[in-house]
């Protein structure tokens, strides 16, 4: 050990020995196997000797190590994430707002939450230290059985850490009094009058590896103590607690992949029966359709994609092209006023009845007939041929006394930019693939075997102690918002980079890889 321990310090001042302003440095590599590297490092400490040169014994050491660095680079983005408590995602229809939820754990001890999965905004946030808040017991929402809500106490997580006005994610930080304070958020959605505020913490976040239950994975994710809610949050539409999935910094999707856990990718699945999967790091089948994510005023704040034309069957209406938000935190379906005109005509001009108006309704295209008409498929075409079908585009409310009353469920705006809600993502598998900068989405029954992606090596405990940017690596001149505002993309929340780069920083980084490689070697033997 003591050979080992010289042989590294040997190595890391020959590095420290370049000139610090050298433009260009160099160090001499030295093969783990040859006869200088097994004089520095072969000792009598050595558990196993090193075999000869050229034998059969020294290449299949060789690819075994290789194999198992292998596994160490790739094995965690190889693979998806679920939350701790499973993938499974759940929608109980108006009781909570017709979102989609599930469960996660945040903290030590852990706390479960039950969030809704929102790809229309950034910041995770749940209940916290509550001034006004939504009732959490489960008294209050049918769906919820016996299991009431919790409230997040930072104070009573050991994990937790306070996030500083001084970091450049808080938006907040001029009008902070000190950089030393906790850093406010306040996060405004679209629908009105409805919002979250309070203050960002750092804590752990609990998951596992979808091939292996039993493993864990603890990762630090921004969360926001969401000490008073208003709006929709007060009357059932999450009341404990938004996740946040958008492409920001902030965005539990971002750690994800920032601390090399997964692939910079996730997918959530809606079945028909108001279950669905959320994965994180899956990338999707290979024979998935797909289109390009749009940047709004050249950033990309937002999942938007460009629709080229509407059709309704096999009939494609002309000047039907528009952009559109891709937003799971949408219940239903909005278009631009003029697309929704046209679409709207054409689905109605399929359905033998008249257009009735339900009291307390939200739509303009309702109808009440004895059997439910059977209408056109939506198809949205996009760039290379590729098509989304709306496959069932009538919402059923109710059956009674013989009469079925449903609806066209998209509702118009004077935005030119829409948004496809859950609803129309219902029977797909949606992947946000923000490593290539696409959507994909596959047409699945959202069950679990046939959902997650191929597997490699199975994983025990793993956690990422830090994948937030040090104080240090801030400066306040730099801030940017915590979350998208809302639900329609705001310019100002576009994303900085988290770190700034400079030659002496990226010299070091580099010095530091090769050393990392070369330890990797060496631990290999101890």
């Not at 705001?490 to 780069?501: R, Y």
């Not at 010095?511 to 070369?518: C, K, Q």
Request: aromatic residues 10%; contains cysteine; charged residues 20%.
């Amino acid at each position: 050990m003591a050979s080992r321990s010289a042989f590294l310090l040997f190595f890391i001042l020959s590095l420290a020995a370049e000139r610090s302003l050298a433009s260009v440095f160099s160090s001499r590599l030295i093969h783990r196997f040859s006869d200088e590297g097994r004089a520095s490092i072969n000792s009598p400490a050595t558990s196993e000797p090193f075999p000869e040169k050229r034998s059969f014994e020294y290449y299949r050491l060789l690819e075994s190590i290789d194999s198992r660095r292998q596994r160490m680079n790739l094995g965690s983005k190889s693979q998806s994430l679920i939350p701790s408590e499973g993938s499974k995602t759940i929608s109980t229809g108006n009781d909570f707002g017709w979102l989609h939820y599930t469960w996660i754990d945040i903290g030590t001890p852990s706390v479960s939450f039950l969030v809704a999965l929102d790809s229309g905004s950034d910041l995770l946030w749940i209940p916290c230290n509550c001034l006004q808040c939504a009732p959490l017991s489960s008294s209050y929402y049918n769906s919820l059985a016996t299991k009431d809500l919790n409230e997040y106490n930072p104070s009573a997580s050991s994990t937790s850490k306070g996030f500083l006005c001084s970091h450049k994610l808080c938006e907040s930080s001029p009008s902070c009094e000190s950089p030393r304070e906790q850093c406010p958020y306040t996060v405004d959605y679209a629908s009105n009058n409805t919002s979250s505020s309070g203050l960002l913490v750092e804590d752990v976040l609990h998951l596992a590896y979808s091939a292996n239950a039993s493993s864990s994975v603890k990762a630090r994710v921004l969360v926001g103590c969401g000490k008073k809610q208003s709006g929709e949050f007060l009357e059932g539409s999450a009341p404990d607690g938004v996740m946040g999935l958008g492409p920001g910094e902030i965005s539990v999707p971002s750690f994800l992949s920032k601390a090399g856990l997964m692939r910079n990718s996730f997918s959530m699945c809606f079945d028909e029966e108001d279950s669905g999967r959320i994965y994180f790091g899956d990338m999707g089948p290979s024979m998935q359709q797909s289109t390009r994510f749009l940047p709004y005023h050249n950033e990309f704040v937002a999942y938007i994609v460009g629709v080229e034309a509407c059709c309704i069957g096999n009939s494609c209406l002309k000047q039907t092209s528009f952009e559109t938000l891709i937003d799971s935190g949408q219940s239903f379906t909005i278009l631009p006023e003029a697309i929704y005109r046209e679409v709207a005509a054409e689905i109605d001009s399929h359905i033998n009845a008249t257009v009735t108006k339900i009291d307390g309704g939200p739509w303009e295209y309702c109808y009440e007939t004895s059997v439910e008409p059977k209408v056109p498929a939506i198809k949205l075409k996009f760039s290379s041929n590729n098509t989304f079908v709306i496959h069932k585009p009538l919402f059923v409310l109710q059956r009674s006394q013989g009469l079925v009353q449903f609806c066209l469920p998209i509702s118009a705006t004077e935005d030119v930019i829409g948004v496809i809600g859950q609803n129309y993502m219902r029977g797909y598998r949606i992947v946000f693939d923000r490593e290539n900068m696409k959507l994909g989405w596959s047409p699945s029954k959202c069950q679990e075997d046939k959902i997650a992606p191929p597997q490699e090596a199975s994983q025990g405990s793993t956690s990422s102690p830090n994948p937030l940017p040090t104080e240090e690596q801030q400066s306040r001149s730099h801030a940017v918002s915590p979350a998208i505002a809302g639900k329609t993309p705001s310019k100002t929340s576009a994303a900085a980079s988290l770190a700034p780069c400079c030659h002496s920083s990226m010299r070091l980084f580099n010095s530091l890889l090769v050393l990392r490689l070369l330890l990797r070697g060496v631990v290999s033997y101890m």
